[in-house]
């Protein structure tokens, strides 16, 4: 009966949910599993969860205490399968955590039965959403438990539950991510992209990951000193859209440090693999299906955030590159206020070029807040859709191509 939405809702209003949680302790195996079965499809309603958390507030800790018993196959399951419906709210995050349910899944993990093993990864990734919990999860030692799942290509659920709980981990600002690194996650991850088994979805959750860990300050240096810029490269191949948004994110993400180590892999990998870095703006820039997607607007930041680092062979690679630098100038056409793309032309070559003819790096930050500024302001959404977002974007590289060619006299091509 509870597979069905206004069942559930017959079943809530005429009081069975006590009875349900009472039989959660029967002696009688069918009873248990039933019982937690109708609990866990009642918790997948907000209404549901809503009820539950009001009227029920010992369920948690009877679900977890139930786990510490030796159950069937198919129970465990079950409970966690509860646990994971649960955890769709913030409040039973937390409660599951208090509660003692990391000690009872972690085992779980050592299953040899994939379902289980597949159904707790669920229950973590949505636990690992509220930052409270990403300590007690590291602390409790699920870290190389669940980078040892990740080469998993024969389960591609199991691999996409895993990486987007690590993912939602590292996403939690304040926690030292060392962890991540000594747990061998990188390796592991690195091991998943290179194999010709994993499903494109989990290629999609990998990217998503190294975009993330991109914009730590601990976890984007393994990107770049492991390989994974070649890796990423191609993932900007892979025809998915949302791969291929997340790959170009995190070279973007990379370029933004303002580091050596990623300036020279960059140059290192412009024209290889698949026709490296330059290859990937090519194709975003140019092919028409890109025209209004995010992919094209993080291409063009990307290409932007070349042109204005400090590596003055970057900038000449882009500035000095017909093909991309047409492509960058058509998509600048694109704009729904002309007055706002002027300024976007003005703020970047005056304060550009007072930076690099006074070589003042305050000066520099300076004009580097103005332009951060104007893109925060031209893509907030109030001026259009992604191809805006893309023109007003592609204004800015205009500039700083014209800012490059100043300072180095028109011949510099």
């Given at each position: 009966?509870?597979?069905?939405?206004?069942?559930?809702?017959?079943?809530?209003?005429a009081?069975s949910v006590?009875v349900l949680?009472?039989l959660?302790?029967s002696?009688?195996?069918e009873?248990?599993?039933y019982?937690?079965t109708a609990?866990?499809n009642i918790?997948v309603?907000?209404?549901?969860?809503?009820f539950?958390?009001?009227?029920?507030?010992?369920?948690?800790?009877i679900?977890?205490?139930?786990l510490?018993?030796?159950?069937k196959i198919?129970i465990?399951t079950?409970?966690v399968l509860?646990?994971?419906n649960l955890?769709?709210?913030s409040q039973?995050q937390?409660?599951?955590?208090?509660?003692?349910?990391?000690?009872v899944?972690?085992?779980?993990l050592q299953?040899?039965?994939?379902i289980?093993i597949t159904?707790?990864?669920?229950?973590?990734?949505n636990?690992?959403?509220?930052r409270?919990?990403?300590?007690?999860?590291?602390?409790a030692g699920?870290?190389p438990?669940?980078?040892?799942?990740i080469?998993?290509a024969d389960e591609?659920?199991?691999?996409?539950?895993?990486?987007?709980?690590?993912?939602?981990?590292?996403a939690?600002?304040?926690q030292?991510k060392?962890a991540f690194?000594e747990?061998?996650l990188f390796?592991?991850?690195?091991?998943?992209?290179?194999d010709s088994?994993?499903h494109?979805?989990v290629?999609?959750?990998?990217a998503?990951?190294l975009?993330?860990f991109?914009l730590?300050?601990?976890?984007w240096?393994?990107i770049?000193?492991?390989?994974?810029?070649?890796?990423?490269?191609?993932?900007?191949?892979t025809r998915d859209?949302?791969?291929?948004?997340?790959?170009c994110?995190?070279?973007?993400?990379l370029?933004?440090?303002?580091?050596?180590s990623?300036y020279d892999e960059?140059?290192r990998?412009?024209?290889?693999?698949?026709?490296?870095?330059?290859?990937?703006?090519?194709?975003?820039?140019?092919?028409a299906e890109?025209?209004?997607?995010n992919?094209?607007?993080?291409a063009?930041w990307?290409a932007k955030?070349?042109l204005?680092?400090s590596?003055n062979?970057?900038?000449e690679r882009?500035?000095?590159?017909a093909?991309?630098?047409v492509?960058i100038?058509?998509?600048?056409?694109?704009?729904?206020?002309?007055?706002?793309?002027?300024?976007?032309?003005s703020v970047?070559s005056?304060?550009?070029f007072?930076a690099?003819?006074?070589?003042?790096s305050k000066?520099?930050?300076?004009?580097?807040g103005?332009?951060?500024?104007?893109i925060?302001?031209?893509t907030?959404?109030?001026h259009g859709?992604e191809a805006f977002r893309?023109?007003?974007?592609a204004s800015?590289?205009m500039?700083?191509?014209a800012?490059?060619k100043?300072?180095?006299g028109?011949?510099?091509c």
């Amino acid at each position: 009966m509870t597979h069905r939405p206004e069942l559930r809702l017959m079943l809530v209003e005429a009081g069975s949910v006590a009875v349900l949680v009472d039989l959660i302790g029967s002696l009688y195996e069918e009873t248990q599993y039933y019982a937690v079965t109708a609990l866990s499809n009642i918790a997948v309603d907000d209404s549901g969860r809503t009820f539950l958390w009001d009227t029920q507030p010992q369920l948690v800790p009877i679900l977890v205490k139930a786990l510490h018993r030796p159950l069937k196959i198919k129970i465990q399951t079950q409970i966690v399968l509860t646990l994971r419906n649960l955890a769709c709210e913030s409040q039973y995050q937390v409660q599951i955590v208090d509660s003692g349910g990391l000690d009872v899944l972690l085992p779980l993990l050592q299953s040899s039965y994939t379902i289980l093993i597949t159904s707790t990864c669920a229950c973590l990734r949505n636990l690992s959403i509220d930052r409270r919990n990403e300590g007690p999860i590291i602390s409790a030692g699920f870290l190389p438990e669940l980078a040892d799942l990740i080469p998993q290509a024969d389960e591609p659920d199991l691999q996409c539950h895993v990486i987007s709980t690590v993912r939602n981990m590292a996403a939690n600002s304040g926690q030292d991510k060392q962890a991540f690194i000594e747990a061998g996650l990188f390796d592991r991850v690195k091991t998943a992209l290179t194999d010709s088994r994993t499903h494109p979805k989990v290629l999609c959750e990998l990217a998503a990951a190294l975009s993330v860990f991109a914009l730590n300050d601990q976890l984007w240096q393994p990107i770049v000193e492991r390989g994974f810029c070649k890796l990423l490269i191609q993932l900007t191949r892979t025809r998915d859209i949302e791969t291929e948004y997340s790959a170009c994110l995190t070279l973007g993400t990379l370029a933004s440090k303002g580091q050596a180590s990623v300036y020279d892999e960059f140059a290192r990998l412009w024209r290889a693999p698949n026709g490296g870095i330059r290859g990937c703006l090519v194709k975003v820039l140019t092919l028409a299906e890109y025209g209004n997607t995010n992919v094209r607007s993080i291409a063009v930041w990307l290409a932007k955030t070349l042109l204005g680092c400090s590596r003055n062979d970057l900038v000449e690679r882009i500035a000095c590159d017909a093909q991309v630098v047409v492509a960058i100038e058509e998509i600048a056409k694109v704009s729904v206020s002309p007055s706002l793309e002027d300024e976007a032309c003005s703020v970047v070559s005056s304060t550009r070029f007072s930076a690099a003819a006074t070589e003042d790096s305050k000066q520099a930050d300076m004009a580097d807040g103005h332009i951060m500024a104007f893109i925060a302001m031209a893509t907030d959404g109030s001026h259009g859709g992604e191809a805006f977002r893309a023109g007003a974007l592609a204004s800015q590289a205009m500039a700083l191509v014209a800012t490059f060619k100043k300072l180095n006299g028109n011949g510099a091509c």
